[in-house]
């Protein structure tokens, strides 16, 4: 099992500037790359402080002139908001400047609040057709000519430039969490991303489940739309991860008390019934989610990936018996850089050297 980080810009009040958010982003990737993970994971989000990235791609392009080694993931590109030929050739530039680094991540998107703004009030429910159809597009431009008559886009014959490094495409991951979307990206040629959120290692053996019966189901599809590479899909498992010393019993109360104050911001604007500040929206009060154990840091404790390095290890251990082949620490939790990067420093330092040396040059 591999290990990567997926980190956004963060930023909760102005006493902390956008420059400086950026140049902190900068240091967790250099210090992930040192410490052998493999992948490094921006995701998209639009004018929400909490989660600053309207495009990861000219993020990951400056990473890829600081770094050498680490893949460089697009986690994820929202479907509705790209044409396939923009998704394709910018997508595809990635992988040009950074020398065959590039992996991108697609999903359907979440927030209502985005598509009121980018898609003219369309549900984010419906972003799935989306998705459906801008997948297979994309693999297509990426390898030549291609006319695309669909629901959604219409283009004559086009092709991706410039063409991605890696061949036949560079690797491909849908976030997934209903089976339909597991069955979806192995048919078609991709990996699978999911994240438990809130809930404990049974949705982990759950997912990892869906994504199994997908596989018995679509495993041949995947193999004939990879001749050459992977046999078998890789399976992603992103959860929040905080890891604190032994020596301290109480390390693990900041962390899970930020990474619910995390959830109660995403609760705000998932909820869409406030108009933001400049970008900024207030947590939604502790006092709503009385009733939620699975809000209160007792719980989060225990599910999110909280613990000292010998805790860590052990869910880790269970992670990589059911199958899982790479696990994302994801770093966005409302706590200072200061905090995300000692944790960061004790993951490579005590847990990472329990598990096998990572590929981080390797495709996969």
């Given at each position: ?181 597991h069955e979806f990206a192995v048919e078609n040629g991709c990996n699978v991303m999911v994240t438990p959120l809130m809930k404990g290692d049974e949705e982990v053996e759950d997912l990892v489940g869906k994504f199994n019966s997908a596989i018995a189901k679509h495993g041949a599809a995947f193999a004939a739309k990879n001749p050459g590479g992977a046999e078998r899909p890789d399976l992603m498992v992103l959860r929040h991860t905080h890891v604190h010393s032994a020596d301290d019993p ?115």
């Open positions: 099992m591999r290990f990567s980080l997926f980190v956004h810009m963060e930023r909760w009040d102005e006493s902390v500037s956008h420059q400086e958010c950026f140049e902190n982003l900068t240091e967790l990737a250099l210090i992930a790359e040192a410490g052998g993970f493999s992948t490094v994971w921006i995701g998209e989000h639009h004018s929400m402080e909490y989660t600053i990235s309207p495009s990861p791609l000219p993020q990951l392009a400056y990473l890829a002139a600081r770094t050498s080694k680490i893949r460089l993931g697009a986690g994820t590109i929202i479907a509705p908001f790209w044409n396939p030929l923009r998704a394709a050739g910018e997508t595809a530039l990635l992988d040009v400047i950074s020398n065959g680094r590039m992996e991108v991540g697609l999903a359907r998107g979440a927030y209502q609040f985005e598509f009121d703004r980018l898609m003219g009030g369309m549900s984010a429910v419906d972003g799935g057709k989306h998705l459906r159809e801008l997948v297979p597009a994309v693999r297509a431009l990426w390898q030549g000519d291609y006319a695309h008559d669909g629901e959604i886009w219409q283009f004559p014959t086009s092709t991706s430039v410039p063409k991605p490094v890696q061949k036949p495409t560079p690797p491909m991951w849908i976030a997934a969490r209903d089976i339909s979307s109480e390390g693990w109360r900041r962390p899970a008390e930020g990474i619910q104050k995390y959830y109660r911001t995403f609760d705000a604007w998932f909820g869409n019934k406030t108009t933001p500040v400049n970008g900024f929206l207030e947590p939604s009060p502790a006092e709503k989610f009385a009733d939620r154990p699975e809000f209160q840091p007792e719980s989060l404790h225990k599910t999110a990936m909280i613990g000292t390095p010998e805790e860590i290890i052990e869910r880790l251990r269970h992670y990589e018996a059911l199958g899982v082949t790479e696990f994302s620490i994801w770093s966005d939790n409302s706590l200072t850089h200061e905090e995300k990067k000692r944790s960061l420093e004790l993951f490579i330092e005590q847990v990472a050297p329990a598990f096998q040396e990572q590929p981080a040059a390797a495709a996969h």
